[in-house]
T-cell receptor
Framework: GQNIDQPTEMTATEGAIVQINCTYQ??????LFWYQQHAGEAPTFLSY????GLEEKGRFSSFLSRSKGYSYLLLKELQMKDSASYLCARTTDSWGKLQFGAGTQVVVTP | EPEVTQTPSHQVTQMGQEVILRCVPI?????FYWYRQILGQKVEFLVSFYNNEISEKSEIFDDQFSVERPDGSNFTLKIRSTKLEDSAMYFC??????????????FGEGSWLTVV
């Protein structure tokens, strides 16, 4: 199948850095999205990677290794408002047909 | 920033009734999607729509479901004869105007459907 695996929960303190790993099946892979989702709300786009390497957007960076079927989302200078679920999602040739992981709940503590 | 809007935000319906969920995608987008998320579970793809027809649908999207773009701005999801297990948050999404890499998929705020 297209299993997408990411840790269930991570806890970090305000100001720290957290790295959320995601592994996925490589067959048919086209791109990898990261979304943030607060409870009861819509997924909010954070980043996507199509090519290998690091994409940086302010406090958030995302990395992709296509050959390894691996991505990570790096959150720097954590703020309390960053407490949310972070969803890894892959897409194939059907670009908009996202296959989501179960999400990683990040808890930021004071 | 442009956004995808959905109505209603919440709907409670009796089992067996028909429900229509409405979405207004981002104005220059041409690709539209519906996803759902059952409480505590993953976000799941239902259907994609382009050029007034379904491009792809998941196994969830059976004859109970239909989509329509009745005019130039709205995109609807109809659920016929609702079942208890249809209770979920339904997200509309859009992307474009091109397909493929470089086109972010934006989600609406969701319509929370409760079937009783």
């Amino acid at each position: 199948g297209q299993n997408i695996d990411q840790p269930t929960e991570m806890t970090a303190t305000e100001g720290a850095i957290v790295q959320i790993n995601c592994t996925y099946q490589t067959s048919g892979f086209n791109g990898l999205f990261w979304y943030q989702q607060h409870a009861g709300e819509a997924p909010t786009f954070l980043s996507y990677n199509v090519l290998d390497g690091l994409e940086e957007k302010g406090r958030f960076s995302s990395f992709l290794s296509r050959s390894k079927g691996y991505s990570y989302l790096l959150l720097k200078e954590l703020q309390m408002k960053d407490s949310a679920s972070y969803l890894c999602a892959r897409t194939t040739d059907s670009w908009g047909k996202l296959q989501f992981g179960a999400g990683t709940q990040v808890v930021v503590t004071p | 920033e442009p956004e995808v809007t959905q109505t209603p935000s919440h709907q409670v319906t009796q089992m067996g009734q028909e429900v229509i969920l409405r979405c207004v995608p981002i104005s220059n987008h041409l690709y539209f999607y519906w996803y759902r998320q059952i409480l505590g579970q993953k976000v799941e793809f239902l259907v994609s729509f382009y050029n007034n027809e379904i491009s792809e649908k998941s196994e969830i999207f059976d004859d109970q479901f239909s989509v329509e773009r009745p005019d130039g701005s709205n995109f609807t999801l109809k659920i016929r004869s609702t079942k208890l297990e249809d209770s979920a948050m339904y997200f509309c999404a859009s992307s474009g105007p091109l397909q493929g890499a470089g086109n972010t998929i934006y989600f609406g705020e969701g319509s929370w459907l409760t079937v009783v």
